[in-house]
């Protein structure tokens, strides 16, 4: 066991460097300029290496994502899933939709891998099987966050996977003098799912934080 060790001053330069760890593919370059063409703020180059790890790791065969984006979330999770694993996106934007198909062909993904679906995520959700998926992860406003995670514990199999983007609220969530709306939300859902019997959680620095929590 290590000796601890004082807070260092550029912590964040070791952050800054675990976000680099992971060269990204040409496909995932592609689609963070079409992120910034359209407005969207794609998951980090951090996150979308571990979203293929944590896919990995659990042999993912049936994901959903909450978040569509421009697909960058999306292909990071196929890449760790198995070979013949399918994604279930949904996004209210058809926008979104159609960035992420483009940066599924780009990267030479089969259309029959990923089912995206343009619609209102709550109701999308309730119509997915209970127990059938490996994975959830979520990338959505914080006002029906705590709905999507609900509906994702519903969803996931034992030893499965749910995966919250930007849990830290943008990192106002370790500072407790901030009280916006967005950083209560996710101070209280890390505390419910921490209470929570289904699912064991961890909170990881990756990004703007990954709450991650595994079903029993």
Do not use: C
Not at 15 to 27: I, K, L, S, T
Not at 81 to 91: F, G, H, K, N
Not at 169 to 177: E, F, L, Q, S
Not at 184 to 189: A, E, K, Y
Request: proline letters at 4%; hydrophobic letters at 45%; glycine letters at 8%.
């Amino acid at each position: 066991m290590k000796a601890q060790q004082p807070q260092h001053p550029v912590k964040h330069s070791s952050w800054a460097y675990a976000e680099q760890h992971a060269e990204e593919e040409p496909a995932l370059a592609q689609a963070r300029i079409r992120a910034e063409e359209i407005g969207v703020r794609p998951a980090s180059p951090g996150v979308t290496a571990l979203l293929t790890v944590l896919a990995a790791a659990t042999q993912a065969h049936a994901l959903v994502e909450v978040g569509t984006g421009v697909g960058v979330s999306g292909l990071a999770l196929l890449r760790g899933a198995r070979a013949d694993a399918v994604l279930t996106s949904i996004d209210y934007e058809a926008d979104h939709i159609q960035a992420a198909r483009e940066t599924f062909k780009d990267a030479g993904l089969p259309a029959s891998r990923a089912r995206l679906i343009t619609g209102r995520a709550q109701q999308v959700l309730a119509r997915l099987t209970t127990g059938a998926y490996d994975v959830v992860f979520i990338d959505a406003d914080a006002a029906r966050v705590g709905d999507y995670a609900e509906q994702g514990i519903r969803l996931l199999r034992p030893a499965g996977l749910l995966i919250i983007n930007d849990a830290l609220d943008h990192d106002r969530v370790p500072r407790p003098a901030v009280r916006e709306d967005s950083t209560q939300v996710m101070r209280s859902l890390e505390k419910s799912l921490q209470e929570d019997g289904r699912v064991q959680t961890s909170m990881l620095g990756a990004g703007t934080g990954l709450l991650v929590a595994a079903r029993r």
